[in-house]
Nanobody, 134 residues
Framework: RVEMVESGGGAVQAGGSLRLSCTVS????????MGWFRQAPGKEREGISC????????RYKDSVKGRFTISRDNAKNTLYLQMDGLQPEDTGMYYC???????????????????????????WGQGTQVTVSS
């Protein structure tokens, strides 16, 4: 059974930092690209960042470029998201997801169907809440 557990969320003031972690079990972690997604209240889920199985070729949503850094440690089966310079618009539930196919790099696009499965993200965590106050 695949299990993906996010942690590290919390409440911070604007300009603060958080580091999210996603620990994965039940699949061969280094066979999968990984991504971070977020969903703000009343909004659609959006792709924030993703990275290939080796830990290079990261992709970022324009609004987080230069502030967020995605990384992974395959020895620990863990994905990270370092978030600096947080802003109120970064508030939301943050999810990690695993992608086995070749479309993983499209994580920051908006899927027409509304499901990121079309970009091969088929396994998801339960999320961790990030709240940024002004």
């Amino acid at each position: 059974r695949v299990e993906m557990v996010e942690s590290g969320g919390g409440a911070v003031q604007a300009g603060g930092s958080l580091r999210l972690s996603c620990t994965v079990s039940g699949l061969r972690f280094d066979d999968y690209a990984m991504g971070w997604f977020r969903q703000a209240p009343g909004k659609e889920r959006e792709g924030i960042s993703c990275i290939n199985w080796k830990g290079d070729s990261p992709r970022y949503k324009d609004s987080v470029k230069g502030r967020f850094t995605i990384s992974r440690d395959n020895a620990k089966n863990t994905l990270y998201l370092q978030m600096d310079g947080l802003q109120p618009e970064d508030t939301g539930m943050y999810y990690c997801a695993a992608a086995y196919g070749g479309s993983w790099y499209r994580c920051t696009e908006t899927p027409r169907s509304g499901s990121y499965e079309v970009f091969d993200y088929t396994d998801w965590g339960q999320g961790t809440q990030v709240t940024v106050s002004s």
